[in-house]
């Protein structure tokens, strides 16, 4: 037979396989049992519908070499996800129970069961499918009817597989797995040979997706982890969360810096609008689409009293949009920018904190923004003004102390 070739590459497929279902499923929790070097872990981290990512596997060494490739990205920090990411990699055996990973939507086994003894198998599936009750569980092996189109290889494919299935001998022990603990299988694969040959040999790795059929009896969601006679068979090598939304503190430093960044905007602006320009259009990031009338329209006590002609409070140099809106204000040697106007110029302030007074209410504690006392503005010193470089770091973790991820991660998006 002639030799086949494959690009990409038949690992990269497996992984195309896994990233594809996740995209269409969205499931929330997903664990890659054999992960080796975590190089699946590492392309399924973009992929933020997943909230909890682990990975187990018994070479300790294998995970610690890469498993800091895990850590948050700068752009992490810049723009937090809206859901939160919790990553952990256990060492120890897919053999052996572990309470902390029962119930989970997705579970990935990728070229791994190959490398287990017979009687081992049966304890892999007796954990998987009778312990771990995952919702879908994705299992791929080699297929050995493939292996004559590889002619300049002799035996298995791998030095260490104790065994490699036919598709026969894969279905029989899959549709097995199924009668005993309520699941059902589809069967597929990635690396096909010619349209000639795919017939008589299959796919070069054969997959085997395994869904619950119900959530009683044998397929039954774990127990929470406070139950009695838990097993914590696995040792925690590694741990990280990433910044999300959900969490105050970081919601919080995104309003301080769009904020800052903006307020430094509008008061720039103060010279382009003495040229007869607004500033409204063309400059990138500005709302195209304005908030509703009742949102956009001076509500402010301070704020009516300048449109109500009943005197500024010491406002200096007022300046005006030629929509009718305050744009900023000079008090002694400070710049005022009303929070209004920052909030109905920007639209992911306007969706990050949903309202006015919200934004006012995150953003009033905060050290790093000056408001005027009464709150109605964002105040910058006129020779201190804050440089674009630093609004738009403020309030943000400084990425400078995490571990840079290596290019194949960004093309395998």
């Known amino acids: 037979m002639e030799e086949v070739r494959f690009n990409p590459s038949v690992n990269t497929q497996r992984h195309e396989y896994v990233i594809d279902f996740v995209k269409t499923h969205k499931p929330k929790k997903v664990v890659d049992l054999g992960c080796n070097d975590c190089s699946l872990l590492r392309k399924l981290k973009f992929h933020r519908e997943i909230e909890l990512l682990c990975g187990v596997d018994l070479q300790s060494d294998s995970m610690k070499k890469k498993m800091h490739e895990l850590a948050p990205l700068p752009t992490d920090y810049l723009q937090p996800g809206a859901s939160p990411l919790s990553i952990e990699l256990y060492h120890g055996s897919v053999t052996q129970k572990d309470a902390r990973l029962r119930g989970f939507d997705l579970v990935t086994s990728i070229e791994l069961i190959e490398h287990l003894h017979l009687d081992a198998v049966e304890l892999f599936t007796e954990v998987l499918f009778g312990y771990m009750t995952p919702g879908t569980a994705i299992v791929s092996t080699p297929n050995v009817e493939f292996n004559p189109l590889f002619p300049r290889m002799h035996g298995f494919r791998n030095s260490d597989h104790k ?104 008061s720039r602006r103060r010279t382009t609008t003495e040229d007869g320009d607004d500033g409204d259009d063309g400059e990138e990031g500005w709302s195209h689409t304005a908030p509703d009338r009742a949102e956009t329209e001076p509500t402010d006590e301070f704020e009516e009293s300048v449109f109500d002609g009943e005197g500024t409070h010491g406002w200096e140099d007022v300046k005006m949009t030629s929509r009718g809106q305050l744009e900023s204000y000079r008090q002694g040697r400070c710049v005022c920018v009303p929070l209004r106007r920052v909030w109905s110029c920007c639209p992911r302030i306007r969706d990050l904190s949903g309202s006015l007074a919200r934004l006012r209410l995150f953003i009033a504690d905060d050290p790093l923004v000056r408001l005027s006392q009464d709150g109605f503005a964002v105040v910058l010193d006129e020779g201190e003004e804050v440089s674009e470089e630093e609004a738009e770091n403020t309030g943000r973790t400084d990425p400078a102390c995490h571990h840079a991820v290596e290019e194949e991660m960004w093309d395998s998006l």
Do not use: M
């Not at 790795?205 to 119900?214: K, M, P």
């Not at 741990?239 to 800052?260: A, I, K, M």
């Open 163 to 266: 065994f490699e299935w036919t598709r026969a001998e894969f279905q029989s022990w899959a549709l097995k797995a199924c009668a005993r603990h309520g699941y059902e299988a589809e069967f597929t694969g990635v690396g096909q040979a010619a349209p000639h040959l795919h017939l008589r040999v299959g796919f070069c790795t054969q997959i085997a997706v395994f869904r619950r059929l119900s959530r009683g009896g044998a397929g039954a969601p774990a127990a929470s982890c406070g139950d009695s006679g838990e097993i914590f068979s696995y040792k925690l090598l590694y741990s990280v969360s990433y910044p999300s939304l959900c969490d105050n503190n970081v919601l919080r430093g995104c309003l301080v810096s769009e904020v800052l960044h903006w307020a430094y905007q509008l």
